[in-house]
Protein backbone atom coordinates (compact mmCIF):
# COMPACT_ATOMS: atom_id res chain seq x y z
CA UNK A 1 0.00 0.00 0.00
CA UNK A 2 1.21 3.74 -0.34
CA UNK A 3 2.36 5.74 2.03
CA UNK A 4 -0.42 8.18 2.04
CA UNK A 5 -2.90 5.27 2.97
CA UNK A 6 -0.39 3.89 5.39
CA UNK A 7 -0.64 7.08 7.41
CA UNK A 8 -4.05 7.48 7.16
CA UNK A 9 -4.79 4.04 8.22
CA UNK A 10 -2.99 4.18 11.86
CA UNK A 11 -3.61 8.04 12.21
CA UNK A 12 -7.43 6.96 12.33
CA UNK A 13 -8.04 8.93 9.03
CA UNK A 14 -10.35 7.87 6.01
CA UNK A 15 -9.06 5.21 3.79
CA UNK A 16 -10.84 3.15 0.63
CA UNK A 17 -10.33 -0.18 2.43
CA UNK A 18 -10.83 -1.68 -1.77
CA UNK A 19 -7.39 -0.32 -2.76
CA UNK A 20 -5.80 -3.02 -4.90
CA UNK A 21 -2.17 -2.82 -2.67
CA UNK A 22 -4.36 -3.16 0.54
CA UNK A 23 -6.46 -6.19 -0.71
CA UNK A 24 -2.82 -7.46 -1.52
CA UNK A 25 -1.46 -7.32 1.64
CA UNK A 26 -4.24 -8.58 3.16
CA UNK A 27 -4.41 -11.62 1.24
CA UNK A 28 -1.42 -12.35 2.09
CA UNK A 29 -1.94 -11.63 5.63
CA UNK A 30 -4.65 -14.17 5.53
CA UNK A 31 -2.46 -17.06 3.39
CA UNK A 32 -0.52 -16.84 6.87
CA UNK A 33 -2.80 -16.94 9.39
CA UNK A 34 -4.79 -20.05 7.18
CA UNK A 35 -1.60 -21.76 7.41
CA UNK A 36 -1.07 -21.01 11.23
CA UNK A 37 -4.46 -22.56 11.81
CA UNK A 38 -4.17 -25.59 10.04
CA UNK A 39 -0.82 -27.10 11.47
CA UNK A 40 -0.77 -29.60 13.77
CA UNK A 41 0.41 -28.67 17.56
CA UNK A 42 2.98 -31.05 17.26
CA UNK A 43 4.85 -28.48 14.53
CA UNK A 44 6.31 -26.03 16.66
CA UNK A 45 9.28 -24.70 14.79
CA UNK A 46 7.39 -24.21 12.02
CA UNK A 47 4.45 -22.88 13.94
CA UNK A 48 6.96 -20.01 15.86
CA UNK A 49 8.42 -19.15 12.45
CA UNK A 50 4.85 -18.02 11.35
CA UNK A 51 4.47 -16.23 14.18
CA UNK A 52 7.61 -14.43 13.55
CA UNK A 53 6.07 -13.37 10.03
CA UNK A 54 3.10 -12.27 11.30
CA UNK A 55 4.02 -10.45 14.38
CA UNK A 56 6.67 -7.61 14.47
CA UNK A 57 7.66 -8.56 18.23
CA UNK A 58 6.35 -11.87 20.41
CA UNK A 59 8.04 -13.07 23.52
CA UNK A 60 10.47 -15.65 23.53
CA UNK A 61 7.79 -18.87 24.00
CA UNK A 62 4.79 -16.99 22.52
CA UNK A 63 2.03 -19.25 21.00
CA UNK A 64 -1.24 -18.46 20.12
CA UNK A 65 -3.65 -21.05 21.00
CA UNK A 66 -7.17 -21.59 19.20
CA UNK A 67 -10.15 -21.61 20.63
CA UNK A 68 -11.51 -25.21 22.03
CA UNK A 69 -15.10 -25.59 22.48
CA UNK A 70 -17.30 -28.01 23.77
CA UNK A 71 -21.24 -29.94 23.86
CA UNK A 72 -22.54 -28.66 27.04
CA UNK A 73 -26.24 -30.14 28.21
CA UNK A 74 -27.72 -33.20 29.35
CA UNK A 75 -24.91 -36.20 29.17
CA UNK A 76 -22.11 -34.66 28.81
CA UNK A 77 -18.95 -35.31 30.05
CA UNK A 78 -15.76 -33.18 31.00
CA UNK A 79 -12.27 -34.52 31.48
CA UNK A 80 -9.94 -31.74 33.05
CA UNK A 81 -5.90 -32.92 32.16
CA UNK A 82 -3.00 -30.73 33.02
CA UNK A 83 -0.28 -30.82 30.42
CA UNK A 84 2.96 -28.82 29.97
CA UNK A 85 3.80 -26.52 27.01
CA UNK A 86 6.41 -28.63 24.74
CA UNK A 87 9.82 -26.78 25.17
CA UNK A 88 10.28 -26.65 21.33
CA UNK A 89 7.73 -24.05 20.95
Known sequence: MDRETAKKMHGGGLYLPTDGDLLEE???CLDLLYDYNHLKPSRGEEKRAL???MF???G???VILKHHSMPTGAGSTFILAATSMPTSI
Open 60 to 62: GRG
Open 51 to 53: LEK
Open 26 to 28: QAV
Open 56 to 58: AEI
